[in-house]
């Protein structure tokens, strides 16, 4: 038996869906925005989750019937039966928003796991997808005396990663996995130095004896579909917001952040070595105010897996930056090629010393010409790793040079 299905009743999800984007456009909601106007508090997110998801599944249900043949043309008529199909058809993608984003927040990095670190999947994509997948010193670690890299080396760090790339798999399988093996004492060249006495037995604990690394990314990114939500739970992402890094760095944790953020995937293509950080400097900022030093940290091969148009028709551009203001993600992908599996090659430079520029006191505001300083000598660091480097490392990078947007 069949009833006429209102009009109101099959654009709703529609308008669910483009009323939640024009919110989350205005909050910077699900963007990789640091200090963000107007941060949401935990039931906000929650709730917003929940109506984004009935929202999404309504819309799936929608086109389900409609390619069924469910609704007719003219009458547009519905079983009585729909919500109980509905349910059926879509209550696994119900359980699963339930049973993680809903009830387990992406505020912090308390779904870390040190097997998640060491899982085979990690290793099969390194071995069997991309080329050489290794984690290598800066050779300008081969500069410092003896007493300066012990310094370095029992810090915690801000860590500053580039390239973002579309899909930057080689800093998430160098930096927050074992597939690796982690930093230990050898730079790109080969050269051998000597790891401190109380190395550790965490990831990257052999260079940096007290390094717990876990990752600050954008919430369109790390809490809402699967298999991202699961991945980088059990690698430590979690929302970039200022209020999570501090949280994170106070119980003395490194901090990995993508300064360049969907902005800088744009760039990505083989040849180009992009750092989208001339506007971006939240990461600066949080640095100074909690008294740390960065860590330039620089993938190379990340810019080249999934190839972008250089200069993609405005339109395209439009519907990217819309899409892009709205989720935090350079969607939809413009490939200028097929994906590519290139050696992937994370190279780890020397720290970035801030010191005379941190607050008096941590949580303590910096006056805008500290960041500048600080951004200048970041910018300097990075395109120092980038030449000391790139003739050492796989994948034919000799002609590398930094550019800043």
Sequence with gaps: MTSAAPIALLSFPFLLIATLAVVARHGAWLRGTTYREHPWPEWLERTFKLLMYIGLLGIAEVAWQVISG???????????????????????????????????S????????????????????AT????????????EWRDLSDKQR???????YIC???????????????????????LVGRTASGAELPEPKDAGPGLHQRWFPHMKLRAAVATGACGLFPPFYEMFRVLGAFDCAEPHVRARLREGKDVAIFPGGAAESAFAAPGRYVA?????????????????????????GDEAIVPQMVNPPLILQRVQSFVKEVTGLLVPPLFSSLPQFPDLTLVAGVPVDLEDLWAAEPGDKVPPKAIEVALERYTQAQSNLILRNKDYVPGNHGSA???VK
């Design 160 to 182: 500053g990663m580039h390239p973002h790339g579309l899909l930057p798999l080689g800093a998430i399988l160098n930096g927050l996995t074992w597939s690796a093996g982690g």
């Design 150 to 156: 012990d310094k370095w080396q029992h810090e915690h």
């Design 128 to 139: 069997y997808v991309f080329g050489e997948v290794k984690v290598y010193l800066s050779e």
């Design 276 to 300: 989208a950080i001339s506007k971006h400097h939240g990461f600066i900022r949080l640095a100074l105010e909690e008294r740390r030093n960065l860590l330039p940290l620089w993938c190379f």
């Design 401 to 403: 040079k930094l550019e």
């Design 106 to 125: 992406t505020r912090d990095d308390s779904g870390w796991s040190d097997s998640g670190t060491r899982s085979y999947v990690w290793t099969f994509l």
């Design 70 to 104: 469910f609704y007719s043309v003219g009458a547009l008529a519905v079983s009585d039966t729909c919500l109980v199909w509905f349910l059926f058809r879509h209550g696994l993608c119900l359980y699963w928003a339930a049973q993680g984003p809903l009830s387990h």
